[in-house]
């Protein structure tokens, strides 16, 4: 048999939990303990030692309470009646050392002041009134200390009480919402007894003016923390005969006072900061206004931001019929905030705001504002109560907890999103005010040292590993906020015409249909269907697709056009649904999902693509996708897909089909901003001239087939204007001329029918409705126009050139790039024209005198009726045609021997000239910048509505939509116009300057 | 329906008003009205009344010629002259297109643009203009000289004299619509009289100026005389300017006050003059709009015809009047070029937009002018480095032609309207054969 032998008491101090084990050893016998630490018992179940290892911090603990007892002994029989008291109640004992253990701050303030040891021991919960009353009182008898000090002291004592009830509460988030009640009741009667003392300090004339201070915020809303800023409204009326301008003087010196009075540090510590930004105008607004001016101001100028901090405005301390007054007068206007004109950018600007203002070094320490932290929970019951609020009163809560509550009742969240959020916001919570409990400092921040964070997670009944585990646990917790504050505003939206789950209440589809407007959905019941067609029924694939919607119906959300991105979606969900990969790619692919919903709500040219091409959404898969290919590999393609048919018109149907998938390809790419404005010129320019060749080849081959003749003559397409110069857009036409060369031997006559009868099928072919957009042909600038043949040998061409050629045809010619056909006949014709529009010497004055009156006279006729000559993207002024009028007659007099200006692209020949002084660096600037955004705009009113625009879109959501393409942001409307107007106003005096000449 | 509208249904009601009278201005300053009755009036608030902008100076292309007028219901007046029962009440419009936004033609737009981007900078704008109107015996002839109705001089008390009472009529009137009148006395024209509004914000301002010149005109209507605010009708006496102290609030504080500094007047404040002088000729074809601004500008005496400032020096462009000790919130500067015809939107858009340019970009404040610019000779000018305003309405438009600042605060639309609108008036007039051609060349040619 062996008897253990009794633990040794050092030992028996370590396994309690004291990190320095020796100190607290010689603590323990510390003389300040006599009465209460027997030395046998030390380590017993129920000593002392035991109890205070109970708290967050034992060592800490055991050391106030050393320092307590002494500051006890020094006053009188406080000591007594303390240790008398420690010694037989066991409740009294825990309340203490709990609070002992977890705030230095507040050892410090019962050594200060150990009399106050009661309002630990024997805490109650009080009512505002009776926390009032307390304050005032202290304040009306400050006995020998100014009465700011008193009111420290005194505010103190009653924090003990909160802090003993809380700390010794099982579970912290249980009783989170009545300590943060009481937190706020407390700082309200703070506000109250300071108005008394400014009162005080002011004399008779506080008597003039009637001040009510109104909380907002968290003491608004009965949530405060320890120590926050206390966020407050002024609001005052003159008294009874009083002049209002006097009176309202009078009450801005009482709210200067009462703000110093809570905010200055004194001899006695300094409660916290009396924040007044949310007034009106903020920092700039007066600091006390009359409730008919906050009223004129909330009617007039508030933007929606306010709105949303009114929802917490309470009176909470001076005269209560003005403060009643006030909110009487501006809480209606709250629920009116989402019927306003800008509610819906308004409120995606706040989400992205809040979303941005993180201070980048601190975002991984924030409990309060980094993603997934309490303001996100806040901001999305908020908004959510703004929305619904509207039509929903139970829903008018100012706190946080309670509202969410309403929202889960009413359905407007779903129950187990709002439980497991109103879980992690306690928590949080919690894990916030022992943060600040500590110090009693105004944090948000998670502590770095392993001393803090091991208490923090013992304050927070964490006893294994209580560092790692706070931690782990606060990123779970952050984890799951962030998940939820995601989809809490659109999962619901589902269970209006999808039941989700049993025991959720629907959303009404009036609140869904609120909700969808508030989103951005002009046609919210459209909307709506198209929810229910996706996620109705019982299939694998309706249940993925109520995974995904949630956060696909946010990205929707962030576009201009989030109904036509959903009806596309729609349709192309119905289209693919059934096929293995489609939803698997969108669950699975990472950003796949995320770009499709952004490009589909973004543009409808792409999603009209899509729609005929539903395959293409792998493109979106990875970044290769979306990368436009090379001519060569597109021209291999379309010619081996038209090489496996024999009939002409399936064997160019087959190129399109191509076509139309690189053309979405380029699509995104260019929505995605990855490629850029010359890229994405020549990349449109690839396609069309493969599409050329692949047509030119397979003309010709029908054309032999068909007359049984042997080819006779070498074709080749010429591109002109954008074509030629590689700068096509979206809505650009093919400009061409078609040229034929006899093969040697062949008959001139016979090749000339034959090369025409190809050139007609060609025109035909790209001409017909297909797959892709149609593709214009247009070879109006052949010689002699319209009345010419449409194709001509390469002789005749010479001959014409030598015998009639107009300075307006080698203008034209700058631009001529061989794009299709044969190589040999595109040497031969770019040397022939090489002389026409280079031509040595330059121009004659006269030509020059030529030119400028053709521009001129162009300007006076050719606008179309009614098109606005200042935002006309080609004629307009400063427009397209004004550079490239610049930058065309530079190159027909100089180009001859500055062979750097040999280029068909109008920015590569702008750029040449710059570098050679021929145009100064300031108007070939402007000059630049007017074309690049003339076109860039040009492409995204394609890309947005689907169709092409000459002229910047004066509807205002046209508008908007190509301002986002643009990267302007929400809101473009006439910012659009007039950002193009001054460009190309200063574009249009360069154009002067240069064209014209000064 | 928000409370002030509710205010305005109501008055109308309890006042008995059979119209209301929906007021907006065109971009050459000129008020326009449409009339609707009472029952209108809810509609208009909430959705704005149609009218075709195309026969409105300066606003829309014919092809898109709907707008809507929404009138703002804190401008709710009641007029004074159409009678106290069954009455007519006025308002002042926004005015913007059929999509909701608001319109770019808008000079009211104009000027609240302005205002929000010095609200940005932390600014409000107040203003406080000084008004110079001729009065005239009515039924002029053209051909013949306008003719005062009397020939009094400056302060000049003239007993019995229509002038006071006129101007005791006007400013009764202007009192009873809440415009509140600062000052009034003859002024030095015979004729010519003056009256100061109070301070106020730069909106209510520019909408009380142009109250003012209804009631003016008015006022004369019923006491049988003509009252003109044309900026030069007699060569040999001054013309009318409207010049206008200005001043930056930040929240209650003046931002132009600095106890200590030269003339009490802050960095804030001096870099405000610096912009105003250094955008002055710019600015010239807004503030003084007409052919005939320049024959007052140019005509001497108390009109500035150069970019100087100086301190009680009249005839500098910016003056910073006298400081009173125990009046910190007071200090301000005078723009005295501004004549009484232009357009008060737009005038103080530009002007607020000049000063705040000089702010943000810290313009150097150049030397005061001591001196009477004119009594300098050209050399001296020269030598102190002070350039003339332009000398006609021709040489404004071709300096804002360039620019930026200009075309910026109007806005591309009414700065494209404007440039073109005035090089056909400057066309027109240099068309006219007039009398000083004839009465000089005739005899001798």
């Known amino acids: ?998 | 329906m928000d409370r002030q509208q509710e205010f305005v249904l109501r008055t109308i009601e309890e006042r008995d008003i059979r119209f209301v009278r929906l007021w907006f201005t065109d971009v050459l300053g000129t008020l326009k009205s449409v009339a609707i009755a009472p029952a209108e009036l809810e509609g208009a608030f909430a959705e704005g009344i149609g009218f075709d902008g195309s026969s409105i100076e300066g606003f829309v292309r014919v092809y898109e010629s709907d707008m809507l007028a929404q009138p703002d219901p804190g401008t709710f007046q009641v007029l004074p002259w159409r009678g106290d029962t069954g009455g007519t009440a006025r308002m002042f419009c926004d005015i913007s297109t059929p999509d909701g936004s608001r319109s770019m033609a808008d000079p009211r737009n104009v000027l609240q643009r302005a205002l929000a981007k010095a609200a940005d900078m932390g600014f409000t704008f107040y203003t406080h203009p000084e008004i110079e109107f001729y009065l005239l015996k009515p039924g002029w002839v053209p051909g013949t000289a306008p003719e005062p109705i009397d020939t009094s001089g400056y302060f000049d008390h003239t007993p019995h004299g229509s002038s006071a009472d006129f101007r005791r009529a006007a400013i009764t009137m202007l009192e009873t619509m809440g415009i509140s009148v600062e000052f009034s006395h003859h002024e030095a024209g015979p004729g010519q009289n003056e009256i100061d509004l109070r301070y106020a914000d730069a909106l209510s301002t520019a909408d009380n100026v142009m109250t003012f010149r209804t009631v003016v005109k008015e006022v004369a209507l019923e006491q049988g005389i003509y009252a003109s605010f044309m900026p030069k009708v007699f060569a040999q006496h001054p013309g009318s300017g409207m010049h206008t102290h200005m001043s930056l609030f930040e929240g209650d504080t003046n931002a132009f006050h600095e106890p200590g500094a030269p003339y009490q007047l802050s960095k804030v404040g001096r870099q405000f003059i610096a912009g105003l002088l250094h955008h002055g000729a710019e600015t010239a074809a807004v503030t003084n709009q007409w052919v005939n601004s320049y024959k007052r500008l140019w005509g001497g005496g108390e009109a500035p015809a150069h970019l100087t400032w100086g301190h009680n020096n009249r005839s500098a462009l910016v003056r910073v009047p006298m400081y009173k000790p125990d009046k910190g919130q007071s200090t301000r500067v005078e723009v005295r070029s501004i004549d009484t015809a232009c357009n008060p939107y737009l005038t103080y858009a530009v002007l607020l937009a000049a000063g705040l340019k000089g702010i943000e970009e810290g313009y150097e404040l150049p030397q005061e002018t001591e001196d009477d610019v004119w009594s300098l000779t050209d050399s001296e000018r020269r030598a102190m480095g002070i350039r003339p305003l332009p000398a006609s309405l021709s040489e404004a438009i071709e300096i804002m032609e360039d620019s930026e600042l200009v075309a910026e605060t109007l806005g591309e639309h009414v700065f494209d309207f404007f440039l073109r609108n005035k090089r056909a008036e400057w066309l027109d007039y240099r068309n006219q054969v007039t009398a000083f051609e004839l009465e000089r060349y005739l005899p001798s040619l």
């Open chain 1, 1 to 998: 048999m062996s008897s253990r032998a009794p633990e040794s008491v050092p030992a028996g101090v370590a396994r309690l939990g004291f990190t320095d084990p020796a100190r607290a050893n010689a603590l323990l016998d510390d003389p300040a303990l006599d009465g209460l630490a027997g030395t046998p018992d030390r380590i017993d179940a129920g000593g002392l030692a035991e109890a205070l290892s109970r708290t967050a911090d034992p060592d800490g603990a055991l050391l106030g309470l050393v320092r307590v007892l002494e500051s006890a002994a020094a006053s009188g029989g406080v000591r007594g009646d303390l240790v008398d008291r420690l010694g037989r109640d066991a409740t009294a004992r825990r309340r203490l050392f709990a609070v002992l253990g977890a705030s230095g701050a507040l050892v410090d303030h019962l050594v200060a002041h150990p009399e106050h040891w009661r309002a630990a021991t024997d805490a109650v919960p009080r009512d505002a009134d009776d926390r009032r009353a307390a304050l005032v009182a202290a304040v009306g008898d400050p006995g020998p200390v100014p009465p700011a000090d008193a009111l420290r002291v005194a505010y103190r004592e009653q924090l003990l009480g909160i802090a003993a009830l809380d700390l010794v509460a099982d579970d912290a988030s249980r009783v989170l919402p009545e300590t943060a009640a009481a937190l706020a009741d407390l700082a309200a009667a703070a506000l109250e007894a300071a108005l008394v003392i400014a009162r005080a300090e002011v004399g008779e004339a506080a008597d003039t003016c009637r001040l009510a201070v109104v909380a907002m915020g968290k003491t608004g809303g009965r949530e405060l923390n320890y120590v926050s800023d206390v966020d407050v409204i002024f609001v005052a009326e003159p008294a009874d005969g009083v002049a209002e301008n006097a009176a309202l003087v009078v009450a801005t010196d009482l709210a200067t006072r009462l703000m110093r009075l809570c905010s200055a540090s004194t001899p006695a510590g300094s409660l916290w900061q009396v924040d007044p930004a949310l007034r009106p105008e903020g920092k700039n607004g007066p600091l006390v206004r009359t409730v008919a001016s906050h009223r004129a101001y909330y009617e007039r100028w508030a933007k929606t931001w306010e709105f949303q901090a009114l929802l917490k405005a309470r009176p909470v301390a001076g005269d209560a019929e003005v403060g009643a007054a006030y909110v009487d007068a501006v809480r209606p206007m709250v629920w009116q905030a989402s019927a306003r004109d800008n509610f819906v950018p308004d409120v995606q600007a706040m989400r992205r705001r809040v979303e941005d203002h993180i201070p980048k070094a601190e975002a991984e320490r924030q409990i309060k504002l980094g993603p997934g932290g309490l303001r996100d929970v806040e901001f999305s019951v908020q908004l959510l109560q703004l929305v619904h609020g509207r039509a929903d009163e139970t829903l008018r809560s100012a706190s946080t907890l309670e509202a969410l509550e309403a929202l889960s009742a009413g359905g407007y969240i779903g129950r187990d999103d709002a439980a497991v959020l109103e879980a992690a916001y306690r928590w949080l919570r919690a894990l916030e005010h022992r943060v600040q409990l500590s110090r009693l400092r105004r944090t948000h921040l998670m502590p770095t040292s392993e001393q803090d964070l091991r208490r923090l997670g013992r304050a927070l009944g964490l006893r294994r590993d209580p560092a790692d585990s706070v931690q782990e646990q606060w990123r779970a917790r952050r984890r799951e906020v962030r998940r939820l504050h995601e989809r809490i505003f659109y999962r619901p939206l589902l269970s209006a015409v999808a039941r989700l789950s049993d025991q959720d209440v629907r959303l009404s589809p009036e609140a869904a249909r609120a909700r969808l407007s508030a989103l951005g959905f002009r046609d919210p019941a459209g909307a709506l269907r198209h929810l229910e067609a996706l996620t109705s029924g019982v299939s694998r694939r309706a249940a993925i697709q109520r995974q995904l919607l949630p956060v696909m119906l946010q990205w929707f959300a962030d576009e201009a056009d989030p109904d036509t991105g959903l009806l596309a979606f729609r349709k192309i969900s119905d289209e693919l649904g059934a096929t293995h990969w489609y939803l698997r790619l969108l669950r699975d692919e990472g950003s796949a999902a995320e770009r499709l919903a952004h490009t589909l709500a973004r543009s409808r040219y792409a999603g009209a693509l899509l729609e005929q091409a539903p395959e293409c959404v792998q493109f979106l898969a990875d970044a290769e996708g979306m990368t436009p290919r090379p001519r060569a590999e597109v021209l291999r393609r379309m010619r081996s897909a038209a090489g496996r048919k024999d009939d002409p018109e399936a064997a160019v149907l087959a190129a399109r089909t191509i076509r139309r998938s690189e053309l979405f390809r380029v699509a995104v790419a260019d929505l995605g901003g990855t490629i850029t404005l010359p890229q994405l010129g020549a990349a449109m320019t690839d396609l069309t001239a493969a599409l050329l060749e692949t047509t030119l080849e397979v003309a010709h081959r029908a054309v032999c087939d068909r007359t049984g003749e042997e080819p006779l003559t070498a074709l080749l397409v010429v591109g002109m204007g954008r074509l030629g110069g590689g700068e096509q857009g979206y809505g650009s036409d093919a400009d061409v001329l078609f040229v034929h060369d006899p093969l040697p031997g062949a008959d001139e006559q016979a090749a000339q029918h034959q090369a025409m009868e190809v050139v007609k099928l060609l025109i035909a072919l790209l001409g017909r409705g297909g797959p892709d957009p149609r593709l214009d042909v247009d070879a109006g600038l052949r010689p002699e126009g319209k009345n010419g043949p449409l194709v001509r040998s390469l002789a005749s061409y010479r001959e014409y050139y030598a015998r009639w050629s107009l300075v307006w045809e080698a203008q034209a010619l700058l631009r001529a790039t061989p794009v299709a056909g044969d190589p040999g006949v595109a040497e031969r014709f770019t040397e022939l024209v090489d002389s026409i529009r280079w031509p040595s010497g330059g121009l004659t004055p006269a030509q020059v005198r030529e030119i400028r009156t053709l521009k001129a006279r162009m300007e006076s006729e050719r606008l179309p009726r009614g098109a606005d000559r200042k935002t006309h993207f080609k004629l307009g002024h400063g427009g397209l045609s004004d550079v490239e009028w610049v930058v065309q007659l530079l190159q027909l007099r100089w180009a001859h021997d500055r062979p750097e200006l040999r280029t068909a692209s109008t920015l590569g020949a702008l750029e040449a000239a710059q570098r050679l002084g021929l145009v100064s660096d300031e108007h070939a600037a402007a000059l630049a910048a007017s074309w690049r955004l003339a076109s860039t705009m040009r492409n995204a009113s394609v890309l947005f509505r689907g169709k092409p625009s000459d002229a910047v879109p004066t509807y205002d959501r046209d508008a908007d939509g190509v301002a986002r393409i643009l990267g302007l942001g929400t809101g473009g409307g006439q910012d659009l116009a007039e950002h193009y107007r001054r460009v190309a106003r200063r574009a249009r005096a360069a154009f002067e300057e240069e064209f014209y000449g000064a």
